[in-house]
């Protein structure tokens, strides 16, 4: 059975901080079917980031997104306000969506 | 606009069956692969179905034999007929433009338009 592993469930940090959200499969990938996306309160989700790397359009360069293989990790390099929110990677494929990682105010 | 709305959620009755619809503008279903995601409340996000731009369809299989993905060209729209609904079918439910690889192991590039969902609600 593929696992979508997401951690920290939560992370709580403080404006102007970087934050560092980790998703693990077991399956593992070349990087070209991982995409993560942001989710706010009460709103849809976003597309952040896809092929494990690129930015979406739109999407500020303080995200960015690596990794291969079994390990992947979306990095916030500063805080925003408007980055607190829930974070999920998702493998193309297996169709599967990790649990989340909530980025939380400190 | 590149926009997708939908429509159909309700409080229904187990056992009871609703059509979910999903109105595309700025672009065109027939020629794009799209799927329903789920998000059932404070929980994740769960792939639902998916209909190719050939027309093929596939479901998970938490659905599979009580849900289906169908598109009219006509109307630019995706459907979702839900069926036998369950308790654990209450959700937000959201239509997705999904494009789908052009070759197995290229580049996918992710969910990339969402509508803002439409709420199925299961319970007697």
Not at chain 1, 19 to 37: F, H, K, M, P, V
Not at chain 1, 38 to 57: C, D, E, F
């Amino acid at each position: 059975e593929i696992v979508l592993t997401q951690s920290p469930g939560t992370l709580s940090l403080s404006p102007g901080e970087r934050a560092t959200l980790s998703c693990r499969t077991s399956q593992s990938d070349t990087g070209n079917s991982l995409a993560w996306y942001q989710q706010k309160p009460g709103q849809a989700p976003r597309l952040l980031i896809y092929g494990a790397s690129s930015r979406a359009t739109g999407i500020p360069d303080r995200f960015s997104g690596s990794g291969s293989g079994t390990d992947f990790t979306l990095t916030i390099s500063r805080l925003e306000p408007e980055d607190f929110a829930v974070y999920y990677c998702h493998q193309f494929g297996s169709s599967l969506f990790g649990g989340g990682t909530k980025v939380e105010i400190k | 606009e590149v926009q997708l709305v939908e429509s159909g959620g309700d409080l229904v009755q187990p056992g009871g069956s609703l059509r979910l619809s999903c109105a595309a503008s700025g672009f065109t279903v027939s020629s794009n692969s799209m799927s329903w995601v789920r998000q059932a409340p404070g929980k994740g996000l769960e792939w639902v179905s998916i209909i190719f731009s050939g027309g093929n369809t596939y479901y998970a299989d938490s659905v599979k034999g009580r849900f289906t993905i169908s598109r009219d060209n006509s109307k630019n729209t995706v459907y979702l007929q839900i069926n036998s609904l369950r308790a654990e079918d209450t959700a937000v439910y959201y239509c997705v433009r999904d494009p789908q690889p052009l070759s197995q192991g290229s580049l996918y590039y992710g969910m990339d338009v969402w509508g803002q969902g439409t709420t199925v609600t299961v319970s007697s």
